[in-house]
């Protein structure tokens, strides 16, 4: 059974999607710091994180319930949803931001001029804008990932599921004369994860791990009621 | 001409018909001082744009100096980064929107009072018009630069503008953003068009009274375009006056609609409603009327125009002002009404949030629709500049602080509760919106010099037309010359 | 101007404006800019298998290097120990490599020890005064405290050690696993056992911050994983119980706040309701009658309500814990920090094995494995390895160190090397290494960074960094299999720098006390060459650089885990006797006015503070109080609205050993009379990231009290806390409000 898709045609090969099993995540965060070493998102250092400009494209976002000692809590991972819906498209000014036909939401960093309306309408406010240069102090820059461009202050960045990674699987199937296969691809969150709490994958294949499990009971949307379709499909955990 | 006896009858006659014309209710002129002759009324209106006394320059020139200190502001922001503001995560819009909505809200004065007064034909509006539109063309001018200030790459704003490109990109024209360009950019043109149509015949009356020598002879007789006072002249400046005020009526709504749409087009909790267009407009009028007030009453006040830009118009100005009060407030209270109703638990913590953080500023704004029509309900209220000035510029005060309260608020605590922070304006950011504020004045400043604030022509046309005669359902135009002194 | 004329010219004029916008409307608007889809042209790069050395657990890791750069580290999925997972501080080892302020020159101290100056010096000069002071150490005057006991430069300066007549070798590092050692010494189960999570239906952790830090996150992340969802018909179960929620605990299904030092009784609590349960349900056939007897009689007094009193968990919760234990079998206790660490710890430990025991038994009935069987020649092998190092297994004890501390102290000491460690920084202040150093003759340091330590030592020597060395590590950790991780460069060095163990090879055969070994590699290379008929997986035809080259392309040697069935008691061995089953009461440190239990701890960011230069770990938000860049003290909010404390307040902790000073973070987290205070922070010198920044936890730490077997009981300290009247501003990603809405706004 073919998962539904909003906005990505139902005959097309790819649409990718995420799955977070919020079961097995123990919030360890080696995901978020997976994401910096991969995507060169820079460090802003102390003052400004006291600012909130952290440039992580993840985050493990930590909520309680109750009091001590009954306490609930809950680690959910949290990246760009790779709307189908997305709300930040059509209101950028310039198509910096726009839908590839594999379901993505990408972002086209020398196209942005920085009005940030898009940050505004994202309703997981998971975009981030470079307030400054930020700047890799060497010998750091030694060990940027040369796929990836390093952003320029002024252009909004955000998670693409490593789009990178998406390009050399597919890059290395065309080369095998073969389409791309399931596990082929790996964000660098989900490689590192050590509870393998993330998959990824094609959910236009049937076969694939996260169609298989983006049909179980557990499955969950986040803000599903602002109509987005994301393209992350949460676990939900407890038994 | 005539007798003094013939002269007092003819006044007692023009009396009788004035109150007539009252009974039948008809606006009768009685605003314009029929009994000023031309030569002192042109005395009165020139005497600001070619005296100038050493205030005006202390004047200028401490607005210019803050002008420059906000230039160098942005400036140092160019340079540095957008990071110079307080601005981070998830509040990407502050200040700068806040401000270039209201400055766009502010652009709607000569709207109201130019175009829709023109087309209804009120006398009372003739002192006032040139005042009114200058201060939209300026707001514009203002408002038009925020969001170049306020945007990440400013050496590449281009990129909105649909120039042609060899790699055929076009602007996303699904953008609110993008319908802003334009609206405000029509918008500015139009009501640069309007306020030159609207100045050709006064440049004309400066250009022939311009006293030998001076400087300004040269570009008032270019600008004045030859302007002869023939028939067929005005016959063209009349009609240009209604299209273009007609034009400019139809636009305007639309341009502060569509800077709404900024907001009401988006998916964001408290933005995403509907009434956003009629209440900005209407918020934008209210606001515009209220800086209209303020200029004319510091008008009079600095430049002696008593008696051009009389009591009267300043008393019909506030009963629009208190009209548009009762407006916004019924817009406020819808939307807060719908909003309550619907409980969207996202919507409730932002207004949480709001009340704790914001409080003194929605008193503010909030006792301000209450004095402002409790307070202009009473007569004496309405005839007293002194309480005009400082009910206007309450206005204005929470008309800005509502444009914050609805950026502000909602992009601290959004959907996502774990990105709750707060913001508030930093030191550089209120430098420029000053500076912005100081630009608008000092521009307008600069113009008093340049161009005559009263509109000498339609303020002659009132004393001509002393009486429009009701006969049955037709107006019978009144040409008559009401004597001399 | 009247109506019928403004509309007809408003229309004309609106009509005008439509026309204007429409005809040609754009079929498509394609953005002719070249997306990143089609734009990116990802580069290959090389993977390049080694060992991550950013903790001691040893996990597997293969290192992305395009153009001779490391740029990536990623999990060996093959490893036994992560499974190809890696944890944050094993990402961050990139920017350990390309560190800004990487030491690269030999340094020599000049001034008196403690001012830190000091000068560059050439190799040379640097192996010369070593090689001097080699000589002239005498008999039992030298010393050598390692970060780590089972790796080559260990293995070469125990060797090196021992020909100067010494055999002072301390392992620093208090995740040390010797608590285990001591509390299975007695009960005949493998020495050190492994806690098979994975395969387990229930799992008890008591105070065992087992994903966090301890003995391999990433693996007991693997762990949990699997038993949650990794077996198509059951989800394993999680249980927590200790005195704070920790980021470990924070996943359980269900949480028990335990009173701090019970947990022993806790253990025993538990085991009585289930022996009691085991009688009722005709359960532990296996077992001899009379024995089951005897430990009913010797627990007997551990009733739930009893239980109840001493641990402040509801006697009804204590039953209900062991009823889940029983019904989900295979169930596996884990005890960890909270157990050991404490005046009562040893007994606590060995509590926590009997009820293990009884587990694993009622398991073992059930045709239900919970502990993987380590084949004996395997159990050999690990033995041999370990023999090979060289280091003796009384050196990874808290004792040892101790004891090197205290000798040293007396100025009897001529020669101390330090390795990868730091211990005037990673010790109780109590214990006062400083001092200790500067009584010592000659202090030689090998390191990566400049740190607290370096402070009091006469050469520094720069270490390459792991990813650019030859070597190799028996892992020491259990689980389940012997493990032997080869470490080779994956980039090349930079000219002039060396590898450390190889610098003191020289200095020591130039001193007479050469221990014929050439470098590093060579040794890796001899280990291949004596284990290789052994390892199994490598297949004998190779010759021996083909084999060296399988055995870098696998990235070591492991064993293969097998799962069986077996009877809990193995015949003959010792079962713990009854008068072992006694956990007496926790005491503690500190009188009276020491009015909160201090409950100090590492972060899964931050570890014991060999990391703390590291940007990226110093932004990554702790997972718990999602605080970046300090330190803090975590205080239950009702006794922080007590005391008129706020976030961000400046608290200052004070035990009986020493004091602190941090910003408060109202933490819901913990009990209203226990603080925390992260370990990590609070460097006197360790560069830009970690300078003076935040508190150093272990001033407040002491030996209190001692006679726990040399386990230190650090959690049995209590301090004072009080108000400094100032404020700092503690930056925590999470909003305090917000943290409490999601789980209703996004339905989770």
Known sequence: ?239 | MGSHSEKHILTTKFQTLQNEGKAHGINAGSDVDLHMSDEILNEKSLRPMFRTTKAWFVYTLALSSLVAWAVACWGYQIWNGMGVTNLKHPVFWGMYIATFVFWVGVSHSGTMVSSILRLVSANWRRPILRGAEAMTTFSLLVAGMFPLIHVGRLWRVYYMFPLPNQRELWPNLRSPLAWDMTAITVYLTASSLFLFVGLLPDIAVARDLCPKGNWRSLYLKILALGWRGTHRQWMIYEKASIYLAIFVLMIAPSVHTIVSWDFAMSITPVWHTTIFGPYFVVGAIYSGVAGVITLMILLRWVFKLDDVIKLVHLTNLSKMLLLMSIIWTYFYFTDYLVTWYGNNPVEMNVWEWQTERFSLQLIVMLGCSVATIGLLSWDWVRKSPGMLLFITIWVNTAMYLERYLIVVPVLTHRDNPYTWTDYWPSFIETSIAVGAAAYFLMLYAIFIKLMPIVTIADVKEGKIITGDIAIGNTNIRAYGDPGEH | ?748
């Open chain 1, 1 to 239: 059974m073919v998962s539904w898709s909003f906005n990505t045609k139902h005959d097309n090969d790819y649409k990718w999607a995420l799955v977070i099993d919020l079961d097995r995540c123990n919030g360890c965060g080696a995901c978020t710091v997976s994401c910096q070493a991969e995507n060169n998102v820079a460090v802003v250092g102390e003052e400004l994180a006291l600012q909130k400009r952290v440039m992580s494209w993840l985050r493990i976002e930590r909520y309680f319930e109750g009091e001590w000692p009954n306490i609930r809590t809950v680690f959910l991972p949290m990246m760009c949803q790779q709307c189908e819906n997305a709300p930040c498209e059509p209101v950028c000014p310039v198509f910096a931001t726009y839908h590839n036909p594999e379901g993505l939401n990408a972002m086209i960093y020398n196209r942005c001029i920085g009005t940030r309306f898009c940050g505004n309408n994202c309703p997981y406010s998971v975009r981030k804008f470079n307030w400054f240069d930020y700047g890799f102090e060497s010998p750091l820059n030694e060990q940027l990932n040369p796929d990836v461009s390093v952003r320029d202050a002024g252009v909004m960045e955000k998670c693409s599921f490593c789009m990178q990674r998406i390009r050399r699987g597919k890059d290395r199937a065309k080369d095998e004369g073969r389409k791309v296969q399931d596990g082929d691809i790996m964000p660098a969150c989900g490689q590192t994860c050590p509870t393998n709490a993330i998959t990824f994958g094609n959910m236009h294949d049937p076969e694939s791990e996260v169609a298989k499990l983006i049909e179980t009971k557990r499955r969950h949307r986040l803000l599903e009621e602002h109509g987005t379709h994301p393209s992350v499909y949460y676990l939900k955990g407890g038994a």
């Open chain 3, 1 to 748: 101007m009247d109506r019928r004329k403004f509309l007809k010219i408003g229309g004309t004029v609106a009509a005008t404006g439509l026309v204007g916008s429409c005809g040609q409307i754009a079929q498509k608007v394609i953005p002719f800019a070249i997306p990143p889809d089609e734009g990116i042209n990802p580069v290959e790069g090389w993977f390049y298998n080694t060992a991550c050395r950013m903790c001691d657990s040893g996990c597997g890791i293969m290192v992305r290097v395009v153009e001779g750069r490391a740029k990536k580290v990623e999990g060996n999925p093959d490893h036994p120990i992560n499974k190809g997972g890696v944890c944050a501080r094993g990402q961050a080892a990139v920017q350990q490599l390309y560190h800004p302020e990487r030491l690269m020159t030999p340094m020599r101290r000049e001034g008196a020890k403690g001012t830190g100056n000091l000068v560059p010096i050439t190799w040379e000069e640097a192996i010369s005064m070593i090689s001097e002071n080699m000589k002239n150490a005498k008999e039992d005057s030298s010393f050598i405290i390692a970060g780590d006991g089972s790796d080559m430069t260990a293995a070469i300066t125990a060797r090196i050690l021992k020909n100067m007549g010494s055999d002072n070798f301390a392992v620093s590092g208090f995740d040390s696993r010797e608590k285990f050692i001591e509390a299975t010494s007695s009960t005949g189960t493998p020495k050190v056992p492994y806690y098979d999570i994975a395969n387990a239906s229930a799992v008890l952790l008591l105070g065992a911050d087992i994903f966090e830090g301890g003995a391999s996150p990433v693996h007991y992340g693997w762990a949990f994983g699997q038993m949650r969802r990794g077996n198509k018909t059951k989800r394993g179960q999680l249980f927590y119980a200790g005195p704070r929620l920790s980021m470990t605990a924070a996943s359980a299904d269900h949480f028990f706040a335990v009173k701090q030092g019970t947990l022993g009784q806790f253990a025993l609590g538990i085991a009585n309701e289930i022996l009691h349960i085991a009688e009722e349900e005709h359960l532990l056939k296996n077992l001899p009658a009379t024995k089951v007897e005897e430990w009913r009689h010797a627990i007997g007094g551990y009733t739930p309500e009893e239980t109840s009193i001493r641990t402040t968990v509801p006697a009804d919760k204590v039953k209900h814990l062991a009823m889940e234990l029983v019904e989900h079998l295979p169930a596996v206790v884990v005890p960890g920090d909270d157990v050991a660490l404490h005046t009562n710890g040893l007994e606590s430990l060995k509590a926590v094995e009997f009820l293990n025991s009884i587990l694993r038994e009622l398991a073992a009935e059930k045709g239900l494995s919970s502990v993987p069987v380590l084949p004996k020649e395997n159990k050999e092998l690990y033995r041999a390895m370990n023999e090979f190092i060289g280091v003796p297994e009384k050196a990874k004890k808290y004792s040892a160190l101790k004891g090197v501390i205290g000798k040293a102290a007396t100025g009897s000491q001529r020669f101390g090397l330090i390795l990868h460690s730091n211990p005037v920084y990673a010790t109780p202040k109590a214990l006062k290494a400083a001092d200790a150093l500067t009584k010592v003759k000659f202090v030689a340091q090998v390191t990566n960074f400049l740190d607290d330590t370096s402070l009091y030592a006469d050469v520094v020597l720069p270490d390459l960094h792991f990813l650019e060395s030859w070597s190799a590590q028996v892992v020491d950790f259990p689980h389940g299999v012997p493990v032997f991780n080869t470490i080779q460069p994956v980039v090349n060095a930079a000219p002039g720098t060396m590898q450390a163990g190889d610098a003191l090879l020289k200095a020591a055969s130039m001193a007479g006390l050469g221990v014929g070994i050439a470098n590093q590699e060579v040794m890796v290379k001899n280990m291949l060459i004596q284990f290789r008929s052994k390892w199994n997986g490598i297949p004998a035809g190779l010759n021996e650089k083909q084999a060296w080259e399988a055995l870098l392309q696998k990235g070591g040697w492991w064993a293969d885990i097998h799962h069986k069935a077996e009877k809990a008691i193995s015949e003959g061995s010792a079962w713990v006797t009854s008068d072992q089953l006694k956990v007496g009461d926790p005491a503690f440190a500190g009188g009276n006015d020491f009015t909160f239990y201090l409950h100090p701890y590492s972060t899964v960011n931050m570890g014991d503070g060999n990391v703390s230069n590291l940007s990226w770990l110093q932004e990554m938000p702790e997972p718990m109080t999602t605080v970046s860049w300090g330190s803090w003290v975590e205080i239950n909010p009702k006794t922080a609205k007590g005391m008129g404390v706020a976030n961000g307040d400046m608290l200052k902790v004070e035990s009986p050993f020493g004091s602190v000073e941090a910003p408060a973070l109202v933490y819901p987290g913990i009990g209203p009379e226990t603080v925390a205070v992260p370990f990590g922070y609070g460097h006197v010198s360790f560069g830009k990231n970690a300078t003076a920044r935040g508190a150093n936890a272990m001033d407040l730490l002491g030996d209190f009290p001692n006679g726990n077997g040399g386990l230190p009981a650090w959690r049995a300290i209590r301090v004072k806390v009080t108000k400094t009247g100032t404020k700092k501003d503690i930056i925590r990603e999470a909003n305090p409000k917000g943290e409490y809405e999601g789980t209703e706004i996004f339905q989770l």
